[in-house]
């Protein structure tokens, strides 16, 4: 079946450090794949995505490159902030009436 | 652009007691819509997902019914709540303009 792997955490980083967190999928079609944000206390909220091969989205400094021949999706922001600090899930959705699949989530903690 | 409604944002019930969260979608029409719960520190699992007005797909079996009496009104109950139902329960909607789900806000329960 589909599935998403995204790197365990929590990650703690310095404000400005860099951001990398890992996803990588299993898809039995030809899936887009998403970046969503929940920050603490809300719902989720879409941060970008990709719809076919070699696409990059990007929001808010983030971004992430559809990696088709590496089957991967990885978040990267070069310069993190405070205000960063939230969960984060790689998800991922096949053509049709299919439900997202997604990753257990990131935890990210920024500190000054 | 479309939006997500659900409430209420936070509840406490006893044990044994019957639950109604209700989600409203605007902004789009003939909506595929999901519930999720997100227990402490987990990533989310996907309860009910539907299509139309009145198809409703369970992904898990559970004390939990979903319906949807209107196209873009989807509901989350139970005749008799659990320990385990507490959570953080989802709703989210997706829209004719693609693959793309957006997130209602959330809805805390803690079953006591």
């Known amino acids: 079946g589909d599935s998403v792997t995204q790197m365990e955490g929590p990650v703690t980083l310095s404000e400005e450090a860099f951001l990398t967190i890992n996803c990588t999928y299993t898809?039995?079609?030809?899936?887009?794949l998403f970046w969503y944000v929940q920050y603490p206390g809300e719902g989720l909220q879409l941060l970008l995505k990709?719809?076919?091969?070699?696409d990059k989205g990007s929001n808010k400094g983030f971004e992430a490159t559809y990696r088709k021949e590496t089957t991967s999706f990885h978040l990267e922001k070069g310069s993190v902030q405070v205000s960063d600090s939230a969960v984060y899930f790689c998800?991922?959705?096949?053509?049709?009436?299919?439900?997202?699949?997604f990753g257990k989530g990131t935890r990210l903690s920024v500190i000054a | 652009s479309q939006t997500i409604h659900q409430w209420p944002a936070t509840l406490v019930q006893p044990v044994g007691s019957p639950l109604s969260l209700e989600c409203t979608v605007e902004g789009t029409s003939n909506p595929n819509l999901y519930w999720y719960r997100q227990a402490a520190g987990r990533g989310l699992q996907l309860l009910f997902y539907?299509?139309?007005?009145?198809?409703i797909s369970s992904e898990v079996p559970q004390n939990l019914s979903a319906s949807r009496p209107q196209d873009r009104q989807f509901i989350l109950s139970s005749k008799k709540l659990l320990l385990s139902d507490s959570g953080f329960y989802l709703c989210?909607?997706?829209?004719?303009?693609?693959?793309?789900?957006?997130f209602g806000e959330g809805s805390w329960l803690t079953v006591v």
């Open positions: 998800a991922l959705s096949v053509a049709g009436n299919t439900p997202l699949v």
């Open positions: 898809a039995t079609g030809y899936p887009s």
């Open positions: 539907s299509v139309g007005i009145g198809q």
């Open positions: 989210a909607g997706e829209g004719q303009s693609g693959n793309t789900i957006y």
């Open positions: 990709a719809t076919k091969a070699d």
